[in-house]
């Protein structure tokens, strides 16, 4: 059967993208930022995994305001990279899992949430940020990648609750696959960050740090926090930090198994306009 083995946690800020297509990585601005990835980027090549299922959010790339899919998942076998500001990024196609992704769609929506199936889109640096930040850059990428697409741009948004229940029945839908696949679920998106208006700029380091403390060690408490506080305290566009919760729903103990461990947590501000948040945590058996 598919397995879940680890959720991996990032920012998807797209200034990082455009510093790595642009050899910027060595500059003083740029180099803790990347130091806070070497882990991750050995410790993925030790972890192969077949599937990525990555939980992030499109920017009117792919869904205009013609319509707004709340939860969406991407059953192409393939996807083109796009992006707005800086242009479409020079990183590999996005190959999909049309098999894992439609029987994920089925279970779940089976499970009474209500998803989008999307047989065609193209993905920005809310999903091709994470890639290379996990990946760095390769030719192509190390696995199949399903793009799970959650609205956090156009009110109203989804809950944290909704989020972490999504996520166990996505568990349980990876955990019903009949192929023997190693499976990774990464939530994307966040941290505190505020883009425009008179907060413009905004940051929160406790409040981001109090989030990943309960991330790790209480998520169901972390769900029950209203959107309207992530937005008060983390910024307009902190609310994305409700996509983490999607994957780490998806682990192990909030289905009655042992808590994931800790193998990595980084942060760092300033990025961009952003404060960059990562976590890796390990299901254990
Ligand atoms: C920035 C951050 C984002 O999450 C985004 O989608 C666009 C811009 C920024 O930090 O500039
Ligand atoms: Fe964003």
Redesign the pocket.
Known sequence: MARITASVFS?????IGAALDLGKTHEDYWQPVFKGYEFVKQWEKAQRPDVVFLVY?D?ATAFSLDFIPTFAIGTAAEFTPADE?WGPRPVPQVYGHPELAAHIAQSVIQQDFDLTIVNKMDVD??LTVPLSLMFGQPEAWPCKIIPFAVNVVQYPVPSGQRCLNLGKAIRKAIESFDEDLNVQIWGT??MS?Q?QGPRAGLINKVFDNAFLDRLIADPEGQAAVPHIDYVREAGS?GI?LVMWLIARGAMADLAGGKPPKPLHRFYHVP????AVGHLVLEEQK
Not at 11 to 15: E, G, I, L, R, T
Not at 271 to 274: D, F, G, Q, R, V
């Open positions: 920012s998807h800020v797209p200034a959010n920017h500001g640096h809310g998106g966040g960050h883009l566009e994305e990025a961009s306009n952003t």
